[in-house]
């Protein structure tokens, strides 16, 4: 069965620091890719997406993350971060998409972010 | 339009007590879904719904029942509450594609067994 690893389970950043935030996915096949967040009390908002086409994709909020096939990853990368950027992210992935998966998304175990001021 | 919406976005259930929680969409989707979220574990897939009439048993389907009498509408019922069902249940719905899918969540129903 797929699985989806995020590495980190909290980092704490400074405002202006750099973010790279990595996930890695287990599956050989035709994937999606997604980055969602979730700001404290609220649902998923989704950030990014990677269909197909070019491997880097810019997301909302200055947000951008690269599919790199050959590592099986899709790292989410900030250069600056704000304090409102405090959230949970999550990567999640769809396998065999467009096919028998019917959608079904496979989630990493999210990332905290806490951005001090 | 409304997108997912979920009904009650609270509930304190006891132990052995049963519950539904409803799931709403109005963007003609045919897929849908029920995720729980719990701390550290990312969402995990309950079941699922590829069209009115089917469900599916998705990543931990036991101790919950679904049904998909409308397409519009999905329903998650608990028959009997554990503490281990305490969560948050999050409901998506996704159009078909044949290149790609894409999901849109609902805000989320908090549960708590006590």
């Known amino acids: 069965a797929q699985s989806v690893s995020q590495h980190n389970h909290h980092v704490i950043l400074s405002e202006a620091a750099s973010l790279e935030l990595g996930c890695n996915y287990s599956?050989?096949?035709?994937?999606?890719l997604f980055w969602y967040v979730q700001y404290p009390g609220q649902h998923l908002q989704l950030l990014l997406k990677y269909f197909s086409g070019d491997p880097l994709v810019k997301g909302i909020k200055g947000f951008e993350a690269e599919f790199i096939k050959s590592k099986f990853s899709f790292n989410l990368r900030k250069p600056s971060v704000q304090w409102s950027d405090t959230a949970e992210y999550f990567c999640?992935?769809?396998?065999?998409?467009?096919?028998?998966?019917?959608?079904?998304?496979?989630f990493g175990q999210g990332t905290i972010l806490t951005v001090h001021p | 339009n409304a997108g997912v919406t979920q009904t009650p976005k609270f509930r304190v259930l006891k132990t052995g007590q049963s519950m539904t929680l409803l799931c709403a969409q109005d963007m003609n989707h045919e897929y849908m879904y029920w995720y729980r979220q719990d701390p550290g574990m990312g969402l995990r897939l309950i079941h699922y719904s590829v069209g009115e009439g089917t469900t599916a048993k998705g990543e931990v389907p036991d101790g919950y029942n679904v049904s998909r009498l409308k397409k519009q509408n999905f329903l998650l019922g608990l028959e009997s509450a554990a503490p281990s069902q305490t969560s948050v249940y999050f409901c998506?719905?996704?159009?078909?594609?044949?290149?790609?899918?894409?999901?849109?969540f609902g805000p989320g129903t908090r549960l708590t067994v006590l």
């Open positions: 599956y050989g096949g035709t994937v999606n």
């Open positions: 998506a719905s996704g159009p078909v594609r044949t290149s790609y899918n894409e999901q849109f």
């Open positions: 999640a992935v769809i396998t065999n998409a467009g096919g028998t998966s019917y959608g079904k998304l496979t």
